[in-house]
């Protein structure tokens, strides 16, 4: 049924965006780490927490290398806590596993991980949330909360992703986190505050370090940040941050070719803020993407294809990938069970690829607007069906950078990279 249908050839095109990269980041992260109000705060002699979470944050060990180092120029001792809530199989050592896989180690960052699932009540907020708190973390002498500020894939509201979340959620292992998403994600983001507020104010928290990445996935800003200006500053880099978002500039397509998904890429394995579709239905209704194929994972998401649920088409490759506990685990805390669907599910790319271009329903197949991408963490530079290619390269900051070419597949059906 599908082996007829031709696929056209792509041209690369380069997406250019305006925000720069931080020049030296370990230089830029020291300074705020010197900063009198901050340095002041690690106690000589005592165990300091340092919160890593899930998520593939450009430069991530060598930040957290440099935060360990200063902690211990200090006087104290490092240790970094796995904070994620469920991901990691909602387990200790799966989510050691989830940092090893982003090079997160004591070998590579010379702190030992110690993690553990075991919380703490440190109260109710006035609006009668229990708050939990990482057994480990609440032991230790005190916590740099350290975290990537962005726009969440699925929470629409003044504070998403960032250093609130990573109280609410990634301290909270996965007690917190069900409790944080008891009703769903329409409320997730005032729950978030209200969680986080709490914490800030109770717990030993001793300082935010907060990361902002420009469009082309690199680091933008390293941000220290006294816990009582956190409520407030994490609003504002918030908006900063959306301002950067990877994003297409064109619009209007028929069909998104993905090369991988997964967990260090984005909550939802591919950014809603990019593709438009979420696991609440639209998140951002400016963007119109017809059909959507996914083709493989990540390999640092393991077998969590969450998220896999927001394309129309996918592949055996995936597939047989699937850790379903780990998948549904992620799914159940946070009530997002669409993003544990399973679409059909075609044996290789390419016809995975063909049945993408016929639920298009293009009329004329020779005007497919096309575009292919590695994941959307990465859009500088992509691959537009060749038609489609010809408007593209008239749109301002988009520009053609070689010849259209037949997408190189294996003979077993599978698209090299």
Not at 176 to 196: D, F, L, N, T, V
Not at 343 to 361: F, H, N, S, W, Y
Request: charged share 25%; net charge negative.
């Amino acid at each position: 049924m599908l082996e007829h249908i031709p696929i056209p050839r792509f041209v690369e095109v380069e997406q250019a965006f305006s925000t720069p990269a931080l020049r030296d980041v370990e230089q830029s992260l020291l300074d705020g780490l010197r900063d009198p109000g901050i340095s002041s705060r690690i106690p000589k002699g005592g165990n300091i927490g340092i919160t890593v979470g899930s998520r593939g944050i450009a430069n991530l060990q060598k930040i957290v290398s440099v935060l360990v180092r200063f902690v211990r120029e200090k006087g104290a001792h490092p240790y970094i806590l796995p904070s994620m809530g469920s991901h990691g199989n909602a387990d200790a050592k799966g989510q050691e596993e989830v940092l090893r896989g982003l090079g997160i180690e004591e070998a590579t960052v010379g702190a030992p991980v110690l993690s553990g699932m075991e919380v703490v009540e440190l109260g109710e907020t006035e609006d009668g949330i229990t708050v939990y708190y990482d057994k480990n973390a609440f032991q230790m002498d005190g916590v740099i909360l350290f975290n990537r500020i962005k726009a969440h894939t699925d929470i629409d509201g003044d504070v998403e992703s960032g250093l609130q979340k990573m109280i609410a959620v990634g301290l909270g292992d996965h007690t917190g986190a069900a409790e944080m998403h008891k009703y769903g994600m329409e409320c997730a983001s005032a729950r978030i505050q209200s969680i986080g507020c709490y914490a800030l104010a109770h717990a030993n928290i001793l300082f935010g370090v907060a990361v902002l990445e420009n469009e082309y996935d690199q680091t933008g800003d390293v941000v220290c940040i006294p816990p009582e200006e956190i409520p407030n500053r994490e609003k504002e880099l918030l908006r900063k941050s959306k301002r950067q978002l990877p994003r297409f500039l064109m619009n209007d397509i028929d069909l998104l070719i993905v090369d991988r998904i997964g967990k260090d890429v984005s909550g939802d394995g591919m950014d809603p803020n990019v593709i438009g579709r979420s696991i609440l239905g639209c998140k951002n209704p400016g963007i119109r993407i017809k059909r959507i194929v996914t083709l493989g994972l990540t390999g640092a998401t393991g077998g969590s294809a969450h998220g896999v649920g927001l394309s129309d088409v996918t592949t055996r490759r995936i597939f047989d990938r699937m850790d379903l506990e780990t998948m549904y685990a992620n799914a159940i805390t946070s009530i997002a069970l669409k993003g544990s669907c399973i679409p059909p599910v075609m044996e290789t790319d390419r016809l995975a690829i063909q049945l993408g271009i016929k639920a298009a329903c293009v009329a004329d197949p020779e005007r497919l607007r096309a575009v292919r991408i590695r994941d959307t963490l990465h859009l500088g530079r992509i691959l537009v069906a060749e038609a489609f290619a010809r408007e593209v390269g008239k749109i301002p900051g988009c520009r053609i950078a070689g010849p259209a070419k037949d997408l190189p597949f294996r003979p077993d059906g599978s698209l090299l990279d």
